[in-house]
């Protein structure tokens, strides 16, 4: 467990601090190198990951705070009351799936969903989109509610997701859309976590890991909201699609390998 625990660190240290920068949490990224790992269960993963994403969520956002970032904080709040209850309604599906499905089949599911999700984030990063310009609270917390419960059943913090819808409804640049994208993640994997711990208690999972874990998120989460308020809007907006598309790819390999434990 302890070379796990190390591998895990690394891994979460890595990926992390490089998400951060484009207001990733980093969760698109995790669960399917953790489903590449392969030590733990779909349940397993989705209570590391989430660990891991909450604390670079809460790190990530104390820096650029204390940065000077502007944050307005009533749709801070909207998004932050939509979330939470995404957070929980996509963890009660998950439950429900994860009892009627097995461990593979969920993994292929959530696998092609993110690959169809991270294609549509692909089409829209580019000069020149269509924004709406959205500007009611009650849109933030609408936006909040159904980019959490997606997020919560692909067992992922939904970064890019969130950033281009951001930019897509609010009209907002990419480095302000990774401020609000970082308060969406939290608060619907708090909500998960926390619905977790109720449905299956904290015998559960092993929870020294959280020893690597936890440390290495922090400091991904530092490093990450440091690098986002120094670098351009233009580089943020390079190492988004870069990310993005190397978990396309990750996924692609993931499903396959599923598909072929089950059909084996």
Do not use: C
């Amino acid at each position: 467990m302890m070379l796990i625990g190390i591998l895990y660190f690394f891994i979460i240290l890595i990926v992390i601090s490089v998400s951060a920068i484009a207001g990733i949490s980093g969760g698109v990224v995790l669960r399917p190198l953790f489903d590449f790992v392969g030590y733990h269960d779909v349940t397993e993963i989705a209570f590391y990951m989430g660990t891991a994403v909450i604390t670079m969520a809460i790190s990530s956002t104390i820096k650029q705070i204390a940065m000077g970032t502007k944050i307005n904080y009533g749709k801070v709040f909207a998004l932050a009351l939509g979330s939470f209850l995404g957070g929980f309604l996509g963890q009660v599906i998950l439950s429900a799936m994860s009892y009627a499905l097995d461990d593979h089949v969920i993994q292929i599911i959530q696998g092609v969903l993110s690959i169809l999700s991270l294609v549509f984030v692909m089409l829209f990063t580019r000069e020149n989109i269509k924004t709406y310009e959205l500007r009611g609270i009650l849109w933030y917390a609408l936006t909040g509610l159904g980019l959490g419960t997606f997020a919560t059943i692909l067992a992922i913090g939904g970064g890019p997701i969130n950033v281009i819808v951001f930019v897509l409804l609010f009209g907002i640049t990419f480095k302000e859309s990774a401020v609000y994208s970082i308060t969406t993640i939290f608060f619907a994997q708090a909500a998960r976590l926390g619905t977790m711990m109720l449905d299956y208690g904290p015998a559960r999972f092993d929870l020294s890991l959280l020893l690597f874990i936890i440390p290495a998120a922090i400091l991904g989460g530092i490093i990450g909201g440091r690098l986002n308020i120094k670098f351009p809007e233009k580089k943020v907006k390079k190492i988004f699609k870069f990310i993005v598309v190397g978990t396309i790819l990750i996924n692609v390999w993931n499903v396959i390998d599923f598909t072929l434990s089950l059909l084996g």
